[in-house]
C-alpha cells in the first residue's frame, strides 16, 4: 500500500513502538512515504483548505481525545482570546447525517479547549454566534481517523522551553511593557514575571549551560542572587565538575564577605542609608532571605562607625566625663565599675497618648487575629515593631545628679535588635571622689570630676573612644586525620557559655539554690571554720576573661541582664541600708527564694582553666576536678539543657576554631557518617561552613559542654597530678600570641 494510508499505518504501527514523538514522527513518516514508491511516482501532499465557519455551525467532535484537565483553565483561554484573537485555527471535518449528505454542521477533533473558550465567549454575550471563525476544514471520506487527528494535534506539539519563555518575558519588558501588565496578560502573578526576569538576567554562558540541560532550574535560581557575570561563570567553574553543587552551596558562594540584613549592623543603619550611600543589596526572590546580603561590608562597617560616633558626641553634650563606642562589648563589661543611682525620666504627655495608642492598636490586632493560625507578614512586622517602641518607652533614659556626671561615663553600642544601646553612669575606680592633698589644684577635684579650665570655666570634652569587637582566629589547615585536642582558649570560651547558662538554671531553682547556699554554710561550719566576720558566706561574681564575640547575645545572658534590671528597679536603693533591710525582709516567701537564687547564681563558676602546679596562684588539679565536677551536678539537678540554652556550633564559636579532623567528628556524631562523607572532600573554610548547616538542630555539643557519666561523677574522686589536664586538652596544640602576654598565668601555650 502506498500514499497517505500507507504512511498512516506506518504511523500508528510505530505508536506501539514506543517511538511517537511530534516532528520525528513525521520525518521517518515521510521517509517511509519516499521508500515506497519510485521518486517519479511520488504522490504531492494536498493541505487541507481553511475557511471561516461561523460559531452556531461547530460542534464538539466525541472523538476528541483529550478527557482530563490540564494547563490553563478555559476561562483563562477565552480571556487570551479576547484580548488577542484566536491565534490557533481549529480543526474540523463535515458532519454526515444519515443520509450520507453534509448536514452544514462541523465537529471539531482538534482544538477542544478553544472550542470551549469560545463557547464561554458567546455564554457571556462578549462573542457572537454568528461569528466566523477560522478553521481548517479535512474531508469528511480522509482515509486518516479523526481520532488519529485529535491525538496528534496534541502530542506533536512541542513544549516550549522554560528559557524561551523568560526570554521573551525580557522582550516584552525592553519593549515598554511593566511586570504588572505582563502578569495581567498571561494571568500570573507579578512575581512570577519579576523571578523569569531575574533568571534571564543571570550570566550568559550560564543560561546557554541550562538551555544545554546541563544546569538544574533550581540551580540557575540559585545563580540570581548575585548580578555579577564574572562571579556567577567563576562559581559555575568550581562546582560543575563537583558532585556538590547543591543550590545552597552556589548561593553561599556567592555571597561570601556579604552581611545579611538581618544582621544587628544592617538593622541599625538601615537599608534606606546604606543604598544612599552607594552600597548593593543582593536579593534572592525565590527564597526567603531575610532581607538580603549587604555586599560591601566596608562601606557598612564605616557607616555604621558614623551614625554611632554622631550618637556618641550627641550623648556627650549630657557632660559625661567619657563615652565607649563599639558595635558590641563583651559580656560583662561594666564589672568592677560604679554605676550611678539615677531616677527614671517621665513621659510627656505626648510620650504618654502615644504609649496609649500603641497598645490599643496592639490589643486590636491580637484580638482580630486571634484565630488565625499563621499572621499575615505585614500584621507580624507591624506587632514587632509596636513591641520594640513600648519597650523602648519601658527602657527610656534616666536622669543623674549633674554633679556626678562630670566623673561618670557611658556606653554607646547596637543591640541585638539593631537598636541604639546607650548605658550611662558608669564610674570608673581612678575617677572615684578621693581627698588630695593641699595646693594641688590642678589635678582632679576631690568628687572624681574634671577641673574646669579657668580661660572657657567649663570642663574638657569628654574622652569618646570607638573599639571593635574581637574575633576569634581560625587554625591554620590541618591535613591530617589525627584528632587534636582543643585549643584551650577555645575551651575556656566553651565554659564560659556553660557557665553564664548554669547561672540562669541556678536562678531559676530557688530551692536548688537554697541547698546550693545551705551546702556552703555547712561546708564551711563544720569543715573549715570562718572567721572574721559575722557571717564569712558570701558571693563573689566571677568575672569571664575570656569569651566568645557572641556570649553577650546568648539567651542566658539575656535572661540574666532582664531578670537583674527587674529587680534592680523594684529595690530601694540609694534610699539607707535600713530601707533595703525592710524590703527585704516585707518580701513574700516566693520573692526572696527568687532574688537568693538570682544572687547566689552569681557565685556559680564552671570555667575550665589551667591548673597551676605552683601554689599561691590560680587552680590545682584537684580544685579544678572539683569545680567541674560539682558544676556537672549543678546541671544535672537543674535540668540544664545547653541545646535549649541557644547554643549551637557555628563556625565562629567553635567549627572554624578546630581541626578538619575535629570537624567531621562533630558532623559524624551529630548527624551520622554519610553526613561526613558530603563534606569530607572541602577545605576547612567550606567544609566548617557546610557542617554549621548540617549540625544546624542536631543537638550535637562539644566535649566541654557535655555532661559527665553520673555514675563516674558519683565515684571517689583521686587527686591526680598537677600537670593532668582533661581528655580533650592531653596534647599541646599551636599558641594564640595575642593571648599570651595578657593572661600569662591562665593560658599557656596551645
Given amino acids: 500500500m502506498t500514499g497517505p494510508g500507507a504512511a498512516a499505518a506506518w504511523v500508528r504501527g510505530r505508536e506501539g513502538q514506543g517511538v511517537f514523538d511530534g516532528l520525528e514522527v513525521e520525518r521517518e513518516a515521510l521517509g517511509a512515504r519516499r521508500e515506497i514508491g519510485p521518486m517519479t511516482n511520488m504522490q504531492k501532499i494536498t493541505l487541507a483548505s481553511s475557511r471561516d465557519i461561523p460559531f452556531h455551525n461547530l460542534v464538539l467532535s466525541q472523538s476528541n481525545v483529550r478527557r482530563v484537565k490540564a494547563g490553563i483553565s478555559v476561562g483563562e483561554l477565552a480571556e487570551s482570546i479576547a484580548r488577542r484573537g484566536l491565534i490557533q485555527s481549529l480543526h474540523v471535518r463535515p458532519v454526515i447525517g444519515e443520509d450520507g449528505a453534509e448536514t452544514g ?17 458567546v455564554k457571556q454575550k462578549r462573542l457572537a454566534k454568528s461569528a466566523p471563525v ?27 522551553h522554560p528559557l524561551d519563555q523568560f526570554r521573551a518575558f525580557q522582550a516584552m519588558r525592553e519593549k515598554g511593557m511593566t511586570e504588572e501588565a505582563i502578569a495581567a496578560a498571561f494571568f500570573i502573578d507579578a512575581k512570577v514575571v519579576k523571578q523569569r526576569l531575574r533568571l534571564v538576567a543571570v550570566a550568559p554562558v550560564l543560561l ?37 553543587k547543591e543550590p ?135 506587632l514587632g515593631e509596636i513591641e520594640r517602641q513600648l519597650s523602648a518607652f519601658d527602657s527610656r533614659r534616666m536622669a543623674f545628679d549633674p554633679d556626678q556626671i562630670g566623673s561618670a561615663g557611658a556606653f554607646v553600642s547596637i543591640d541585638s535588635g539593631g537598636s541604639l544601646l546607650v548605658e550611662r553612669g558608669f564610674v570608673r575606680p581612678e575617677d572615684e571622689a578621693r581627698v588630695e592633698p593641699l595646693g594641688d589644684a590642678g589635678d582632679v577635684g576631690a568628687d572624681g570630676t574634671e577641673p574646669m579650665d579657668p580661660g572657657t570655666g567649663e570642663r574638657p570634652a569628654p574622652v569618646i573612644s570607638m573599639a571593635g569587637e574581637t574575633r576569634p582566629l581560625e587554625e591554620d589547615e590541618d591535613e591530617g586525620d589525627t584528632i587534636k585536642p582543643l585549643p584551650e582558649r577555645l575551651v575556656i570560651e566553651l565554659t564560659a557559655h556553660r557557665t553564664l547558662a548554669l547561672r540562669d538554671a541556678v536562678a531559676n531553682n530557688p530551692r536548688i539554690a537554697m541547698t546550693a547556699l545551705l551546702h556552703k554554710l555547712v561546708t564551711d561550719c ?41 529587680w534592680k528597679a523594684d529595690m530601694p536603693l540609694g534610699q539607707g541600708d535600713d530601707v533595703l533591710w525592710n524590703w527585704l525582709h516585707a518580701l513574700d516567701e516566693a520573692s526572696r527564694q527568687a532574688l537568693l537564687a538570682h544572687c547566689l547564681s552569681f557565685g556559680v563558676n564552671a570555667l575550665y582553666e589551667r591548673p597551676n602546679p605552683y601554689s599561691g596562684m590560680g587552680i590545682s588539679q584537684h580544685g579544678l576536678d572539683r569545680r567541674l565536677r560539682e558544676a556537672d551536678r549543678l546541671a544535672r539537678t537543674t535540668g540544664l539543657d545547653l541545646v535549649e540554652a ?17 570537624i567531621l567528628e562533630a558532623v559524624r556524631e551529630g548527624v551520622g557518617e554519610s553526613a561526613a562523607q558530603l ?72
Fill in 105 to 121: 454542521k462541523f465537529e471539531v477533533p482538534a482544538g477542544g479547549r478553544r472550542y470551549r473558550a469560545l463557547e464561554l465567549l
Fill in 134 to 160: 477560522p478553521c481548517i476544514v479535512s474531508s469528511a471520506d480522509d482515509g486518516v481517523l479523526i481520532d488519529e487527528v485529535s491525538l496528534a494535534e496534541n502530542i506533536e506539539r512541542s513544549p516550549l
Fill in 208 to 244: 546557554e549551560v541550562y538551555a544545554a540541560d546541563e544546569m538544574t532550574l533550581e540551580q540557575l535560581m540559585a545563580f540570581t542572587v548575585s548580578s555579577d557575570h564574572a562571579r556567577q561563570a567563576q562559581v559555575w567553574e568550581a562546582v560543575k565538575n563537583s558532585w556538590s
Fill in 248 to 382: 545552597y552551596q552556589i548561593r553561599r558562594m556567592l555571597t561570601e564577605g556579604s552581611v545579611r540584613a538581618s544582621d544587628k549592623r544592617a538593622r541599625f543603619l538601615g537599608l534606606d542609608a546604606y543604598e544612599a550611600a552607594g552600597g548593593f543589596v543582593l536579593r534572592d526572590l525565590f527564597q526567603q532571605d531575610d532581607g538580603g546580603w549587604l555586599q560591601d561590608s566596608v562601606l557598612l562597617e564605616r557607616l555604621v562607625g558614623e551614625k554611632l560616633k554622631a550618637e556618641a558626641e550627641a550623648i556627650a553634650g549630657e557632660g559625661w566625663k567619657w563615652i565607649e563606642v563599639a558595635v558590641g562589648f563583651l559580656y560583662g563589661h561594666t564589672m568592677g565599675l560604679r554605676e550611678l543611682l539615677g531616677t527614671t525620666v517621665d513621659l510627656t504627655n505626648e510620650e504618654r497618648a502615644t504609649r496609649e495608642a500603641l497598645r490599643d492598636e496592639y490589643d486590636r490586632l491580637e484580638a482580630e487575629y486571634a484565630e488565625a493560625e499563621d499572621l499575615p507578614e505585614e500584621v507580624d512586622q507591624r
Fill in 526 to 566: 563544720f569543715v573549715s571554720r570562718a572567721s572574721g566576720a559575722a557571717l564569712e558566706a558570701n558571693v563573689r561574681d566571677i568575672h569571664l576573661a575570656v569569651q566568645s564575640a557572641d556570649l553577650a547575645d546568648s539567651f542566658p545572658a539575656q535572661n540574666i541582664d532582664t531578670r537583674h534590671a527587674g
Fill in 646 to 662: 541557644g547554643w549551637k556550633p557555628t563556625v565562629a564559636n567553635y567549627l572554624g576554631r578546630v581541626t578538619k579532623s575535629r
Fill in 679 to 750: 563534606i569530607d572532600h572541602l577545605k576547612k573554610g567550606d567544609m566548617a561552613r557546610e557542617a554549621e548547616r548540617l549540625l544546624d538542630g542536631s543537638g550535637w555539643l562539644p566535649e566541654p559542654l557535655r555532661l559527665d557519666d553520673p555514675d563516674a561523677a558519683a565515684a571517689p574522686v583521686q587527686d591526680v597530678g598537677s600537670d593532668e589536664l582533661p581528655a580533650f586538652l592531653t596534647e599541646d596544640d599551636e599558641a594564640h600570641p595575642e593571648d599570651e602576654e595578657k593572661r600569662r598565668h591562665l593560658i599557656a601555650a596551645e
